[in-house]
């Protein structure tokens, strides 16, 4: 019997990242009904464990979680760049749709019902055409008369290239590696700025001066006697003469002979940095009498 899986259940289970790996996830994106009215936002798929493939999108119409979510078949959605669009789903749809529980098993009589609820008008008629024939005819594939619902296996109809409803929309997307540089700062070196003494020998020329004693003796050629009684040895004069010198006194005074400012700058220089980058290129194979029109002959015609 075939089971659904939440895809970020898988993704958690083999540590994979579906968007880093390349592959194309609608988790996150915007939910867009016709005329651009936002529903909003798909918050998981669920994926059949037969097959691999996206059966429905969980869209949270509330902002909050998982819990009261609608249940979309993919099929119905239009992906596009900016967001998931259901063109053909109307409020009335919507409202009689399933709501999601978390992790609850979504059963076959669930799907079938959530079916017949989209399909609308054209289902009941295509029903009514084959009664007798059970289930089986309401969109399902799967006779279920005098079976138990519970343990049938759903059919998505793979192999019906007509009815679209539970297979992925016809989008390929051609990715392509881009570098993305970013820039980080580190510590490339450090400056540091002190002073230190340095002590050399300084000889200075001073001039000083000193006075010496200057003594001139000069003869009396006129001759006179000494006035009043005069006995010589009796008595003795002395002359002082104090004598003056310079001598230098060494002292230091500082002064500014400079002055340092320390600030910084930045220089900027180109850096090439080199990565190898991959893309997707389409490959087309043609076989027998298909022929091809790209967008150049669809302006030529036009023409």
Aim: glycine share 8%.
């Amino acid at each position: 019997m075939t089971h659904l899986h939440r895809l970020s259940e898988i993704s958690s289970q083999h540590s994979a990242d579906f968007q880093d790996t390349g592959m194309y996830s609608p988790v996150g994106a915007t939910a867009y009904m016709s005329g651009r009215q936002q529903l909003g936002t798909v918050r998981d798929a669920l994926v059949d464990d037969d097959y691999g493939k996206l059966r429905y999108l969980i869209v949270d119409r509330d902002g909050g979680d998982l819990n009261g979510g609608a249940l979309l078949p993919i099929g119905l959605a239009r992906i596009e760049d900016d967001g998931v669009y259901f063109d053909d789903l109307t409020f009335t749809q919507l409202d009689a749709l399933h709501r999601y529980s978390d992790n609850e098993d979504y059963t076959f009589d669930a799907q079938s019902s959530d079916e017949r609820v989209l399909r609308g008008a054209a289902m009941e008629t295509s029903s009514m055409g084959t009664a007798g024939m059970g289930t089986a005819d309401m969109g399902t594939g799967v006779q279920t008369s005098g079976v138990s619902t519970s343990a049938q296996a759903y059919n998505y109809r793979d192999q019906d290239a007509s009815d679209r409803m539970f297979k992925t929309p016809e989008r390929l997307q051609l990715l392509e590696e881009r570098l993305s540089v970013n820039k980080e700062k580190y510590r490339a070196g450090s400056v540091q700025v002190s002073k230190h003494v340095e002590t050399h020998e300084e000889r200075v020329q001073v001039p000083v001066a000193h006075e010496e004693v200057v003594i001139e003796r000069h003869a009396v050629t006129d001759t006179r006697p000494v006035e009043g009684q005069v006995q010589l040895g009796t008595s003795s004069e002395t002359l002082r003469v104090d004598l003056e010198a310079e001598r230098a006194n060494v002292s230091k005074e500082a002064f500014v002979t400079e002055e340092v400012e320390i600030g910084k700058r930045v220089v900027t220089s180109q850096e090439q940095v080199t990565g190898t980058v991959s893309r997707e290129v389409l490959d087309v194979n043609q076989t027998g009498d298909a022929r091809i029109i790209n967008d150049t002959e669809t302006q030529q015609n036009k023409r």
